[in-house]
């Protein structure tokens, strides 16, 4: 009767998920004065819920599936993506880059761009966002499907059709405040739903024989230099740990969005310092049960490492754990494709629909497009899905991703920010040789002209001569007689680079974050 109960409490479990998701989209559903207010929800909701959301929109299919597939594949180095690529572009963030924003006054990224440069600027940045975004929640739809397969035997159609409905429902009833507050009830499932799984996987490191070679090791064995290698220390700390960690962190829609979210500038700095620490957590969680995979399952070791997690999870959970784990995971690809989805809504209807197809409309009919928006991105991201299966493994295909556009738009960024000299055309200029070096790169590593270790390595390198291209063609061609956007908005961003007063809880918590970091570095080298 126990053995049956443990069933009915599994089966029980995605479905009573799925319901309450639907339900704080209803309780978060209001009557919505300004379309910013359905959009973005910038400056209104307490600390805890942003931090929470903010650390939920990092740990979607991204995090979940494709972390556990990098470490079943390439082993500890893994770690690189959590502490070198994570956790010092967080302090960044908090201590430099928040302030910034929230001086100059903007509700949007996009909306920062104009005003440093022009309307050109921000246009081009929002149709990138949009390409961005659909690809990514398309990847999220993909981990999804592949989860119900090994766990159901599910279809792959089937699968996404069933989560892309439930993340339409509550996101068009609430926006962004539904989707925030789904992300902090979905981060509570997946620390649930994966915390057994550490402890049932925890057998495999009583060998010491198992924890030999380079797989258990984080620098031991990475050559300095060296592209031939399946990654080395100048692509994981200058490609991933400088290049793309500070773009994704500093310039990612969806992030800043959930911070600009905090009501002040001082709550606002503590968002990533705070997320920072389930950072860490999440790493352990991810990374470890994935490294003893291939021991641990033996001849059940899935071919594709997309697979590793859920099938770690039949091999390890009984009916109702493996219920909750199930659903875990749901709800990490469900808020990776719901923060994707809602920053299609507001980059579409605020950035290009609003300024450039309809303007002077009532506020009604703006929120009424972000709705309808909605559908498209979710139809966009079905069809999206499907380039997925063209990739060994989703962090590949998403350091592609951001290599390609993320790299390149960070050098303009950058020059932008922290220089009086940077124009609108020097940007445009540096954001497309950038964006076309990366493509041709690329393009002569499929074609097998230019040879890597891994194609993460390649992403890695090809990511810093995107950086290095866009940044000195920007710089280059902003010379000339064109003059520097809005003086009085550059007032505001070097107000925002003065040294800022940051309060002693900041400081202990910055210093307390990086020195758990560079120990655990210590720990796994």
């Known amino acids: 009767m126990s053995g049956r109960f443990a069933r009915l409490l599994g089966i029980a479990v995605l479905p009573s998920y799925l319901a309450v998701t639907i339900l704080i989209g209803w309780v978060s559903k209001r009557r919505h004065s300004r379309a910013n207010d359905f959009l973005n929800a910038s400056r209104s909701l307490p600390l805890w819920v942003v931090v929470a959301a903010f650390l939920s929109a990092n740990c979607g299919a991204l995090e979940i599936v494709g972390l556990s597939a990098v470490a079943a594949q390439y082993g500890a180095p893994a770690f690189h993506f959590y502490w070198v690529g994570g956790i010092p572009g967080m302090v960044f963030l908090a201590g430099v880059m928040i302030p910034i924003y929230m ?168 968002v990533p310092l705070l997320a920072g620490f389930g950072k860490l957590g999440f790493s352990i969680l991810v990374v470890v049960p994935a490294l003893g995979a291939e021991a641990f399952l033996g001849r059940r070791m899935p071919v594709s490492f997309d697979q590793v997690l859920p099938a770690l999870m039949v091999a390890s959970y009984g009916p109702a754990l493996l219920g909750l784990g199930m659903t875990a995971l749901l709800a990490s690809l469900m808020s990776g494709l719901a923060a994707n989805v809602s920053a299609f809504s507001a980059v579409w209807t605020e950035e290009i629909y609003r300024k450039s197809i309809r303007r002077g409309a009532s506020e009604e009919h703006y ?144 210093a307390l974050l990086l020195t758990t970091c560079a120990f655990l570095n210590y720990l796994w080298r």
Not at 229 to 241: F, R
Not at 390 to 396: H, K
Not at 445 to 451: F, I, R, S, T
């Open 103 to 270: 001086r100059s006054g903007v509700q949007s990224l996009p909306e920062y761009l104009e005003g440093r440069f022009d309307a050109r600027v921000r246009l081009l940045n929002s149709w990138l966002v949009l390409a961005t975004g659909i690809a990514l929640g398309g990847i999220g739809l993909y981990a999804m499907a592949q989860v119900l397969y090994v766990v159901f035997g599910w279809p792959f159609t089937g699968s996404v059709v069933l989560a892309a409905t439930v993340v339409l429902i509550y996101a068009s009833l609430g926006g962004l405040r539904a989707t925030i507050y789904n992300q902090v009830f979905q981060l509570l499932v997946i620390v649930l739903g994966l915390a057994p799984l550490l402890y049932r996987t925890a057998t495999v490191f009583h060998s010491d024989s198992s924890r030999s070679g380079t797989h258990w090791h984080l620098w031991s064995g990475l050559p300095m230099i060296s592209p031939h290698a399946s990654l080395d220390q100048y692509g994981v700390i200058i490609g991933l740990g400088f290049i793309l960690s500070c773009s994704y962190w500093c310039t990612d829609f969806v992030l800043i969005q959930r911070a600009l979210t905090a009501k002040t500038i001082g709550s606002g700095q503590l």
């Open 367 to 510: 929120i009424r497009m972000g709705r309808i928006s909605i559908f498209v991105a979710i139809a966009l991201s079905i069809a999206t899905s499907y380039f997925a299966f063209c990739f060994r493994d989703l962090m590949e295909y998403v350091q592609l991703l951001f290599s390609l556009f993320g790299a390149p738009f960070f050098a303009i960024f950058l020059i932008g920010t922290f220089t009086r000299r940077a124009t609108s055309r020097g940007a445009i200029a540096g954001l497309v040789s950038g964006v076309t070096v990366a493509i041709v790169h690329h393009g002569m590593v499929a074609a097998g002209w230019l040879v890597y270790g891994s194609l993460m390595s390649a992403n890695f390198y090809v990511a810093a001569f995107a950086f290095g291209t866009a940044l000195g063609v920007g710089l280059i061609c902003s010379k000339g007689t064109e003059t520097a956007r809005s003086d009085q908005f550059i007032a505001k961003l070097r107000q925002g680079n003065r040294p800022t007063r940051r309060s002693l809880t900041w400081w202990i918590l910055a």
